[in-house]
């Protein structure tokens, strides 16, 4: 039975070691996931919906050029429009086309289209958040790159909610395993004790 036991606090100390790891990358995805999907990607979400019925004021590109970047030996494009505007009175800027539209590619065509339709100097309609004139921008509506963030983050917090599921899971049918391999190693040790060898047996007397 001693040796039985062992093994099973051994395997069990292993499974245990396992689970620690598995269930801090399952808490981590699953954070990281719900703040990236509700406190990064919602928001962008809610002010593209909302921009729709936002009101317009006047304003003007101050600039707008493609910038590049490396990552991963391979270069990265984005584009980079600033257009200032005015509010009663005060003057603001702000360089967002569409809420989600400032990431960068791989591909130059796409952020060389959007400096085009923004050249240095041209009058543009600029749609401001009336609660926060701050917050702005050129094309209001929400676009598929809109809830690239907010789908991101769902998808991580997912699947951090699916390696706990499966953690959780299997700790239990570990735990009846390890239940059933001890009352199998109690029952054997008992089956000994209760019939133990006797030396003289197969010996019969002579005579």
Avoid at 27 to 45: D, K
Avoid at 100 to 114: D, K, M
Avoid at 176 to 187: G, K, V, W
Wanted: proline fraction near 4%.
């Amino acid at each position: 039975m001693t040796v039985a036991l062992k093994e099973n606090e051994s395997v069990a100390r292993s499974s245990i070691m396992g689970g620690v790891v598995a269930t801090t990358i399952g808490l981590s995805f699953a954070t990281a996931g719900y703040v990236v999907a509700f406190y990064v990607g919602w928001p962008i979400v809610e002010n593209a919906q909302a921009s729709q019925n936002w009101p317009v004021a006047s304003g003007a590109v101050t600039d707008s050029r493609v910038t590049t970047s490396q990552s991963d030996e391979s270069t990265l494009y984005r584009a980079e429009v600033l257009y200032s505007y005015e509010v009663d009175g005060r003057e603001y800027s702000s360089d967002v086309v569409w809420f989600g539209g400032n990431s960068s590619t791989s591909r130059r065509s796409g952020p060389a289209e959007t400096v085009a339709r923004y050249p240095v100097g041209a009058e543009v309609k600029v749609h401001y958040n009336p609660a926060d004139p701050a917050v702005a921008v050129l094309e209001p509506g929400a676009y598929f790159s809109t809830y690239s963030l907010f789908g991101t983050g769902l998808l991580c917090l997912t699947i951090g909610i699916l390696l706990l599921f499966w953690i959780v899971k299997n700790a239990l049918q570990r735990k009846l395993i390890f239940r059933y391999a001890a009352l199998d190693a109690e029952e054997s040790y008992d089956d000994v004790e209760s019939d133990p060898v006797d030396p003289d047996a197969g010996f019969g007397e002579d005579g």
